[in-house]
Nanobody, 114 residues
Framework: QVQLVESGGGLVQPGGSLRLSCAAS????????MAWYRQAPGKERELVAI????????NYADSVKGRFIISRDNTKNTLYLQMNSLKPEDTAVYYC???????WGQGTQVTVSS
């Protein structure tokens, strides 16, 4: 069955960096667009970034543009989110998603605080 397992979250100071990973299995990863979402306490889940199946096309929420980079390694069935210049407002649980599907991982907590 489809599995998405996020990792790499943690506590980081403002201005710091983290790289999230999402290990995918149970489907042909290389043929699907993928996405990262996040959900902060008391807020709705929001789209952070999208990447096409081949990894050439990407799109970002305005709030993370220029700071986050989404990428993928189709040989390893893994999706990544490089997060730089982190801000307290980036604090959230981050989820990976098969674009347009109801498949979600369990999420990984990112906390940006001094």
């Amino acid at each position: 069955q489809v599995q998405l397992v996020e990792s790499g979250g943690g506590l980081v100071q403002p201005g710091g960096s983290l790289r999230l990973s999402c290990a995918a299995s149970g489907f042909t990863f290389s043929t699907y667009a993928m996405a990262w979402y996040r959900q902060a306490p008391g807020k709705e889940r929001e789209l952070v970034a999208i990447i096409t199946s081949g990894g050439v096309g990407t799109n970002y929420a305005d709030s993370v543009k220029g700071r986050f980079i989404i990428s993928r390694d189709n040989t390893k069935n893994t999706l990544y989110l490089q997060m730089n210049s982190l801000k307290p407002e980036d604090t959230a649980v981050y989820y990976c998603n098969i674009r347009g599907s109801e498949y979600w991982g369990q999420g990984t907590q990112v906390t940006v605080s001094s």
